[in-house]
């Protein structure tokens, strides 16, 4: 008899530990916004993948993005000059702020090929006042 009742128990405890495995990785439609940590701008283009899949996607031009995940996947957020970060999916909302690398690119060369023209130096800090950020 005792051993009727153990086994009726151990079922019912597999059994209830089954129909919450599946619960746990329900698909969910993720979607939110990229901005950057330093100013609040959107970030456009960030790339948004599902860890250890080849599933992703890229933010709009408004920073959002809507990627197919299940809860508990873990999304991975990139843009260059940007540390990475990875996001445990918990609803269907995920907002993101990403911060600039410590090891962001300080300098960038131009390289300009034309025909019968001079071709110009332009430094880091040239670029740097000219630069207008989008907004």
Sequence with gaps: MKTKHWTIVVLALLTAMMSVAPASAKPVTVKGKVTAKEDGSVIIGCSVLIKGTRNGTL???DGKYAISANTGDT????YIGCITQEKTVKSAKLNVVLQESP?????SMVTGYTVGESVEDVSSEEIRIMYVPVR
């Design 75 to 78: 999304l991975v957020f990139s």
């Design 103 to 107: 090891e962001a690119l300080k300098e």
């Design 59 to 61: 933010t709009d031009a």
